[in-house]
């Protein structure tokens, strides 16, 4: 059984910085792709950011420049460095891992969503 575990939300002020962290847990051998999705009050989920295996990158156009994605495969942990936020960044902020090998067999799952709320 695999579990991802969110830590790092809360409120700051617009022009701060927060960091995110979504650990996986079970017995994993592997992971594909690992992302952040944020969902907003009366909107659409969106991909923040999500990053491959290699390194590979991918950002929102809302977020380049302010947000970097990193991840640490020994930890099976991804992160997100939040800066220069601000309120239109107030959303739910779930993590997401896609091709996970476990023993029994590639699965994805879903971090639990912690709320990131910027205040103008």
């Known amino acids: 059984q695999v579990q991802l575990v969110q830590s790092g939300g809360g409120l700051v002020q617009a022009g701060g910085s927060l960091r995110l962290s979504c650990a996986a847990s079970?017995?994993?051998?592997?992971?594909?792709?690992m992302g952040w999705y944020r969902q907003a009050p009366g909107k659409q989920r969106e991909l923040v950011a999500a990053?491959?295996?290699?390194?590979?990158?991918n950002y929102a156009d809302s977020v380049k420049g302010r947000f970097t994605i990193s991840r640490d495969n020994a930890k099976n942990t991804v992160y997100l460095q939040m800066n220069s936020l601000k309120p239109e960044d107030t959303a739910v902020y779930y993590c997401?891992?896609?091709?996970?090998?476990?023993?029994?067999?590639?699965?994805?799952?879903w971090g639990q969503g912690t709320q990131v709320t910027v205040s103008s």
């Open positions: 997401n891992a896609d091709g996970i090998a476990t023993m029994r067999g590639v699965v994805g799952s």
């Open positions: 079970g017995s994993i051998f592997s992971i594909n792709a």
């Open positions: 990053i491959t295996g290699g390194g590979s990158t």
